[in-house]
Every structure is written in structure tokens, then in C-alpha cells.
């Protein structure tokens, strides 16, 4: 497989690609839920629903409209942020790239769907303040990718060009988002889409490691762990 050279910043997608977090996606989601009197949703169903922000999400489980809908997110928001995120865990092998990243002077940063406070939260208590050097999520702006917008405001950030990013994410939408913004994009396999979807959806650069995704980023065997 073929590397990626000349770029100066990685951005990465946080569910699916930093952290495995369906369960806990799962468990605030069915929390709200019940708390609504509304059917509960599968671990499957969960799948098919992210990736395109908290608000769809919660649209698809709970099929309500309107000021209805906008008090489920907002009761789904707060049981998200206030759960311990007991069932979240880092995918191994990330930390280490992200370390050997800032070891060769490539920042790293983070584009979301997800809230903003909520990822800063997670972001910190995984990887460490330090990990990031830009985090935007969708809070305030309301940005979504598959918007160019916020890989617009972090390249300003890094003070680069947006053709120098490289956009890592499990999703059809990740991928869109670097097509969207004519920059580099890997998708991964190991998160929330499979292989075969991610080739469906055009993607084409896909690893299934994080083994290869060092290959392609050209940054070789990892030198040292994240402390």
C-alpha cells in the first residue's frame, strides 16, 4: 500500500477510530429510552445510527419530531456527559502513532460529530491534554461533517493548508469529508463500519491495523509508548 507523504497534521475521527465507544453510546441512548417510555434499540440498530451526529441518532431510536426530539437529545446529551464511560476503551496501537506523530513534529487533532464538551471530556481522560492540539466537535457551531469546515478551522489552527491534513475515520462520512475538502483520507476497519461498507462507499485507502496505518503514514515502528 502506497504512503501518504507531504502532510502536515493529522486529524482523527473520535467513535469508531480514537475510541471504541458504542457501548456506552449504547447504554445512554437505551437510559434515555427507557426514561421516555420508548423502545429499546440493539447494539445493531445503535451501528446503523452513528456517525452522523447526536441529534440523528436519537432521531432514528426514539422517531420523534419537533420539541419532542429536541428535549430526548437534550436529556440524551446530559446522560451521555454525566455516564463514567465505564464500557470506553482506547483501540491499541493509537496512542503510540499519535506519540510518534508528535516525536517527527506532526500535531494531531480531532473532528467530530460528537458534542464538543463531550469529546474534550473523553479526549482528555483517554489520551491526555496534551494529545490534541485541536478538538472540533459539533457544539456552538453546529458544524457536521461531512462539512470542510472544521478541517478548515483546524488547519488554520496548525497554521497549514487543508490539502496538507490527513482525515483518519471508520466512515462513509469521514471519507466524504476528505473528498469534500481534496485532502488526504484512510479509512480504518476496525471501528463502526466494516470493510466491505467502506469500499462501497468509495473509500480508498483502508487499513485494518493500526500496524498499517503507520506503514501508510510512513512513520514506521513505534518508538515509544504514550506516557
Known sequence: MNKIQNYRAV??????????????????????????????????????????????????????????????????????????????????????????????????AIY???????????????????????????????????SVEGLEIIAQAFGVEVKDLVMIGDSDVDYQTAVNAKCSGISVSWGFRTKAFLEASGAQIIVDTPEALRDVLGIGEVEKAMA
Open 112 to 146: 467530530t460529530n460528537k458534542p464538543q464538551n463531550w469529546c474534550e471530556k473523553l479526549a482528555d481522560r483517554f489520551y491526555g491534554k496534551d494529545a490534541f492540539g485541536c478538538i472540533v466537535g459539533s457544539d456552538g457551531r453546529h458544524i457536521l461533517k461531512p
Open 11 to 108: 486529524v482523527w475521527d473520535m467513535d469508531g477510530t480514537l475510541l471504541d465507544t458504542l457501548p456506552d453510546i449504547e447504554g445512554a441512548l437505551n437510559e434515555t429510552l427507557a426514561a421516555w417510555g420508548l423502545e429499546q434499540v440493539t447494539t445493531e440498530q445503535t451501528l446503523s445510527y452513528v456517525g452522523h451526529g447526536a441529534e440523528y441518532l436519537c432521531r432514528c431510536a426514539s422517531h420523534l419530531e419537533g420539541e419532542s426530539l429536541d428535549a430526548f437529545h437534550r436529556d440524551y446529551r446530559a446522560r451521555s456527559i454525566a455516564r463514567p464511560d465505564a464500557k470506553t476503551r482506547v483501540y491499541d496501537g493509537v496512542p503510540e502513532i499519535i506519540a510518534a506523530l508528535r516525536d517527527r513534529g506532526i500535531p494531531s
